[in-house]
């Protein structure tokens, strides 16, 4: 049963927009554990919408934070104590995407990491990378975090426009798979996200 990870590079690389695409196309059930960040909208509810997904495949968050912070400063903000034992993997029937929040090294507390969570689960990753200047840099160290914690790479999914060279440098120095690129979708909405995902990706590269 496919269970997995969807990480980014950074923050704001478009791992919400295609992790609604890869729910969409797998009908997977969709779980972002932390949530940082209320006032322009959730990831839970860009996916749901983008994915088309009813309520019974979309599991809540276990801590929703005001602020659009890392989530260990947006916790203190809100005065909560994330409590990463919480945060084990929920059952499901079928499919399983989880989100994380931000880059693999955003801090959940002051003392865990969300590569260390992601460890603990023992799940593998599709890492999520931008095209743009500074892409390389960001999805190597990211490769090198994960590696360095024993976590599975299913492979890179880019967001963005097509930049040759750099996506076939990460993938030969990080020694990993491109799973495909998403354009910069407008409009975007399910059904260009659908359209656009389908003809990106293979889905046998997420069938675990």
């Not at 005065?79 to 079928?94: A, C, H, Q, S, Y």
């Not at 299913?154 to 076939?168: C, K, L, M, P």
Request: net charge negative.
């Amino acid at each position: 049963m496919t269970r997995l990870v969807v990480a980014g590079t950074d923050t704001d690389v478009g791992k919400t927009v295609f992790a609604a695409g890869l729910v969409q196309a797998l009908n997977a059930t969709y779980w972002k554990p932390v949530q940082a960040g209320l006032d322009d909208g959730t990831d839970t509810l860009t996916v749901q919408d983008l994915a088309r997904q009813g309520n019974d495949r979309i599991i809540p968050e276990v801590y929703r934070l005001g602020s659009p912070l890392s989530p260990h400063r947006a916790a203190e903000i809100d005065n909560v104590l994330i409590d990463t034992d919480r945060l084990t993997l929920p059952e499901v029937d079928g499919p399983l995407v989880i989100e994380g929040a931000g880059g693999l090294l955003v801090p959940l507390t002051r003392e865990v990491l969300y590569a260390d969570l992601i460890a603990r689960w023992s799940l593998p990753v599709v890492l999520v990378g931008r095209t743009a200047l500074g892409a390389i840099n960001h999805a190597l160290l990211s490769i090198e975090a994960m590696r360095s914690r024993g976590i599975r790479i299913i492979g890179i999914a880019f967001v963005g426009d097509e930049i040759t060279d750099t996506q076939r440098t990460i993938a030969q120095m990080g020694k990993i798979r491109q799973l495909g690129r998403l354009p910069i979708l407008d409009p975007l909405n399910a059904a260009s996200l659908q359209a656009a995902f389908d003809e990106a990706f293979n889905l046998d590269d997420f069938q675990l």
